[in-house]
């Protein structure tokens, strides 16, 4: 897919870049762009989501101006793709509680609120006090079946705090436990590769 396609490149970990001289881009205090100047990518610009983070190659021999220019504006079209395919966070909650109604019908508190938050070290987080419950932006764009399942998590825990036997027991009724637990353990995998351009290299080469 043009701006958004994956693509396997043999890198050299000098080439990998997360910052733009003094330039500060969007997101970059997160760590969450990575800029890749390919020795192979001879005129495209790419960008994509891997782990947590968006990729932009670029060409080996880009100038720094031209670097400038374009990786903004790569990072806000990947942006504005998954803004327009983001659930709101009045459907997230609402999705809450069509889970917990299907699957768990015991647990009759539902969420004060659902937010989107930048958490790099958790899926999702549930305060059992006050009824709030935060999934990462790092799902945004996630399969359906692995949103659900992290919605569900956090929904049980709105009356069970901890991860006991009830707690897993409830978990277990979700469909598609095995499958969204790989998605979750890859993307992780992915994003920890990333922050290290040697340990990026190696994943990325794998396939080539």
């Not at 968006?54 to 998954?82: G, H, L, N, Y």
């Not at 803004?83 to 009759?108: F, G, H, V, W």
């Amino acid at each position: 897919m043009h701006d958004c396609e994956e693509t396997n490149l043999f890198l050299e970990p000098s080439l990998v870049e997360t910052t733009l001289e003094d330039h500060t881009l969007p997101g970059i205090s997160e760590g969450e762009i990575i800029v890749i100047r390919s020795t192979r990518r001879k005129k495209n610009v790419s960008a994509y989501r891997q782990g947590g983070r968006i990729v932009v190659s670029i060409p080996a021999r880009m100038s720094k101006a031209d670097e400038r220019a374009m990786v903004p504006e790569m990072v806000a079209k990947i942006r504005a793709q998954e803004a327009a395919a983001t659930m709101s966070e009045e459907s997230l909650a609402n999705r809450i509680s069509e889970l917990l109604s299907e699957l768990a019908p015991e647990i009759t508190v539902r969420p004060s609120s659902v937010n989107w938050r930048g958490m790099r070290e958790r899926w999702g987080s549930c305060t059992g006090i006050d009824g709030s419950i935060r999934i990462s932006d790092r799902l945004k764009g996630a399969p359906q079946y692995a949103l659900d399942y992290v919605l569900f998590h956090e929904g049980i825990h709105l009356q069970f705090f901890d991860h006991g036997s009830e707690f897993k027991a409830l978990l277990a009724r979700f469909p598609e436990e095995e499958l969204a637990e790989a998605y979750l353990s890859g993307y992780e995998a992915a994003e920890t590769a990333l922050t290290a351009p040697e340990a990026l290299k190696k994943l990325l080469n794998k396939g080539a």
